[in-house]
């Protein structure tokens, strides 16, 4: 009966805190590279795609179809092509979506220069 009564505690401070976890809307992503980037997110087990495409040179785009949310990780894949669709590099970043009342998950900005590539996000640089 102890047992039982511990775990059902224990359920009951979990939930509260993921039940008020706002529901991302939007992901966005910066291509800071002068070259094609097939960009994927994954959840933070990476057994899933949540959303993967096309950014295009110094361009953003904003991702929908995961249903981010606060208080979660997600993993960030840029692969960076030439114009023949060779992948010149890849890099991944472990991003967190913080709890605010925005519904704002910073910016992971991908970048290749000098045959190196990496992630920026919330003022960090994450190479994985």
């Known amino acids: ?69 606060t208080g979660s990780y997600y993993f960030v894949r840029f692969e960076f092509v030439d114009d023949h669709g060779r992948v010149l590099c890849d890099t991944k970043a472990r991003v967190f979506a913080e709890y605010t009342d925005s519904g704002h998950v910073p910016d992971a900005q991908g970048y290749y220069q000098h045959g190196k590539c990496w992630i920026v996000t919330q003022d960090k640089i994450f190479p994985y």
């Open 1 to 69: 009966m102890v047992l039982l009564s511990a775990a059902a505690l224990a359920v009951a401070f979990f939930i509260p805190h993921r039940a008020a976890a706002i529901d991302r809307l939007e992901f966005p992503t910066r291509n800071m590279s002068n070259y094609r980037a097939w960009v994927t997110i994954q959840n933070d087990i990476k057994t899933r795609n949540l959303d993967s495409g096309w950014v295009e040179p110094g361009k953003w785009r904003k991702w929908w179809s995961g249903h981010y949310l």
